[in-house]
């Protein structure tokens, strides 16, 4: 059931946020590939074009706090190596990182932090998964923010196709809910490589970096699984992906529409269920934020509301851009009588975001239905990053990323 109040309660929460100390809040952090705050957060270290990420974030504070970035090698599931020869001692800290006064007149925030990596301080040797950490400048165990990142330096060229299908292991009642992609991965491991040391691949949609598609080399089934001939040659194949429909936006770029502290995510009005309703393109699920220096680069309260179908009785879930496309329980919509409603803080921007309904038990979230409330269409313009994995045993061991390749799926049949 989802939660029923008398009262509506309306929660605040600062999107993208962290508040560890009383003296100080940081905000809207982000991380990106090169100086395009849409793209996806990633270094190419053979594309000139992706070679540096940005990280930004804003700063709600009487003084300027001091405080370091701390850069950390990390494992599959994105946990930091506990080895010294990963550690990049020397070059993995950017220390009394420097600030830029925000106009006088924004509101929610005083100072702004923007940084390009990599660069004298800081470098990336490892092809891999990568975190990074705000910390206090003198106590670097007290953390105020973190972002994850891709660094790749591809080994293998991998050919990758999506394919359209119909489900091959499902049969959804509602005929759409049926159509879904198949993804294949194949290449040729070079004579440098050993074919027992590929692990697997893994496929990022859009933003989502903490929902991977995964094909493992250990867990076959109908859904997920390779072919291999025995040599060098690998295909990875995963089936039964629904591709969604393209996100809901919020925009709130036009001060002269959204002048207030308080202020609905849709202009027009409550939202409803898109199930049958195709949208426009949209960020593939970033955001694009007021450039800070301009003096309504402000913070509101922004009111998310939608009203879903009767049979929708389980907890929804507003997730997007301003939560790293998190399903958390913090922002779970508030019933008031069948209409929902989540007030949050953003910064004046672009924002991708969609409702997903899920089961809500002991603090847990489980069974995520992202296409219930949104609809699933074929020509759905999706990005999907496709890294393949191998146990190197450089350095003492560590997974590596030894191919990657970007591929859009809408743009594939529209002629």
Known sequence: MRRNFLVLFILIISGGSNSFASDFVLKSLRVYSSLDQTEFPLIDLKDSTRNSITIEFDILSAAMPNLNIVFKFCDSQWKPYDNVFLFNPGYNTEYNIWYERLPQRVKGARYHYQGNFPNRNITFPFSGKWKFFIVDSQNPSQVYGEGKFYVVNSEVRLNVSVIRERAQNFDAELANLNYTYSIQSSFNLPDSLFPPNVKYVEVIENRKLDYPIIIDRNQFNKSRFYEWNGAKRFTFIARDLRPGNEYRQTDLRDYNRFNTADVNAQYDGIETSNFFKKLRKDLDGASFLTDFRNDYAEYMNVNFRIRPPE????????????????????????????????????????????????????????????NILEGNYWDTSNEYHVFLYYDSNEKGGYEKIIGYRKIKSGELWRN
Do not use: C, H
């Not at 939560?323 to 209409?339: A, K, R």
């Open 311 to 370: 049979n929708i009785t389980n907890p929804v879930f507003l997730v997007g851009s301003f939560n790293n496309w998190q399903v958390l329980p913090q922002y779970e919509m508030f019933d008031d009588n069948g209409l929902l409603n989540l007030k949050i803080e953003l910064k004046r921007g672009l924002y991708d975001y969609q409702y997903v309904v899920a089961d809500y038990n002991y603090g847990t979230i489980t069974n995520i239905d992202w």
